[in-house]
């Protein structure tokens, strides 16, 4: 079976069941930590989908992984999810859900590259050209510092980039001359 049509299927069960009980966002906020904590220790993974690994570690792995306090609605998530022995899905699941509820409530991710590490005042400056190019959208922003664009800065917003880096202007520059324009 394709990995994606489970943890897709189960996502999207999730979702709909946190619309009917008003706890979309508070389960999301509980993907986005679950998601954070699967990239951050990719052992994590290997211990849910470890056959080896007690049903009942699994479930304190889960829960931990989203953070003190998950709610009922999240717990009852990962019960199902056990009980039907899909935790290797887990992660691809959280990721799954993220998605879902972002396109459901028009949230952009925005990423915001710079060459050296820029201040408060910048960095409003540069959300608000976001903002103005995107009407009736939410923004959830990351920054990056990356000294290899060697000024300016890149956007991206979910998958449209805007390159104003001097390292993009350089690779312009050498596609232009080699193609003679």
């Known amino acids: 079976m394709i990995s994606g049509l489970i943890p897709h299927r189960y996502a999207k069960a999730l979702y709909k069941y946190a619309v009917e009980t008003k706890s979309a966002e508070s389960i999301y906020g509980y993907m986005k930590k679950v998601t954070e904590a699967f990239m951050a220790d990719k052992e994590l993974e290997k211990a849910v989908s470890n056959p080896f690994v007690s049903v009942a570690d699994k479930r304190k792995l889960l829960m931990a992984a989203a953070g003190a306090g998950a709610d009922d609605a999240y717990a009852r998530f990962v019960t199902l999810v056990l009980d039907h022995n899909r935790e290797e899905f887990f992660f691809l699941m959280a990721l799954a859900y993220r998605d879902i509820y972002r396109k459901e409530n028009n949230i952009s991710q925005v990423r915001v590259t710079t060459a050296v590490e820029m201040d408060d005042t910048e960095m409003k400056r540069l959300h608000k050209v976001v903002e103005d190019c995107y009407r009736n959208t939410s923004f959830e922003y990351s920054r990056e510092v990356n000294p290899d664009i060697i000024g300016g800065f890149i956007i991206d917003v979910d ?20 193609t003679g324009n």
Request: glycine share 4%; proline share 0%; aromatic share 0%.
């Open 159 to 178: 998958s449209t980039r805007l390159d104003a880096s001097i390292s993009g202007e350089l690779e312009q520059l050498r596609q232009n001359l080699l």
